[in-house]
């Protein structure tokens, strides 16, 4: 991978829309880039580009505690299986 920003997957752009979609209008800008920053950090120290798997992570990484008890019908919803991500989605 080139030095500078990683590059993104076309999945990996498509579950960051599904994801933000479901986010609060008045979050969403704070919740995209959150997730953006974290993911690209996970891609750059894997040294690989940005895919699924990181978005989600860096998701739910981003998530108030409160909100991850409901992140499971989030990620459900975004067509995603929730149980890859329980030991993120512990509070």
Known sequence: ???GK???TKEAEEIL?????????YNRDKARAGTIREAEVL???AG??????MVVRAY??????AF???AK???TKAGLDPEKYNDLLVV
């Open 60 to 65: 739910i990484g981003g998530l108030p505690p």
């Open 48 to 53: 690989a580009p940005v895919d699924v798997d």
């Open 17 to 25: 829309a599904k994801l933000i979609s479901l986010v609060s209008p």
């Open 73 to 75: 019908g989030t990620l």
């Open 1 to 3: 991978m080139a030095e």
């Open 43 to 45: 891609a750059t120290a």
């Open 6 to 8: 990683p590059i993104w």
């Open 68 to 70: 991850k008890m409901t």
